[in-house]
């Protein structure tokens, strides 16, 4: 079946950088639009951004926009996403989502995959 699974979640200090990666198995990567979406604490989950199948289109929420950058590997099954210029308020878990469409969108409805989510902690 198909298993995303994230890594790289930890403690940061606000200004830092931190790098979020997603391996997808059990499907045919190459297929999957992927995206990132987060759960702040104590609210509902938001969209923060997604990637094309081929990886040329991106997109971004306004509130990541400039800071973070989804990228994907195609030969090695996985997505990533480098934030940088953290904040306090980026405080989440962060889930992997795949959509079979060719764009996912900006929903979480789009996407029939998820994982299991990584924490992400901004300390002041």
């Known amino acids: 079946q198909v298993q995303l699974v994230e890594s790289g979640g930890g403690l940061v200090q606000a200004g830092g950088s931190l790098r979020v990666s997603c391996a997808a198995s059990g499907i045919t990567f190459s297929g999957l639009a992927m995206a990132w979406f987060r759960r702040p604490p104590g609210k509902e989950r938001e969209f923060v951004a997604a990637?094309?199948?081929?990886?040329?289109?991106?997109s971004y929420a306004d509130s990541v926009k400039g800071r973070f950058t989804i990228s994907r590997d195609n030969a090695k099954n996985t997505a990533s996403l480098q934030m940088n210029s953290l904040k306090l308020e980026d405080t989440a878990v962060y889930f992997c989502a795949a959509s079979r469409s060719a764009s996912g969108g900006q929903s979480r409805y789009g996407y029939e995959y998820w994982g299991q989510g990584t924490q992400v902690t901004i300390a002041s």
């Open positions: 990637i094309s199948r081929g990886g040329s289109i991106t």
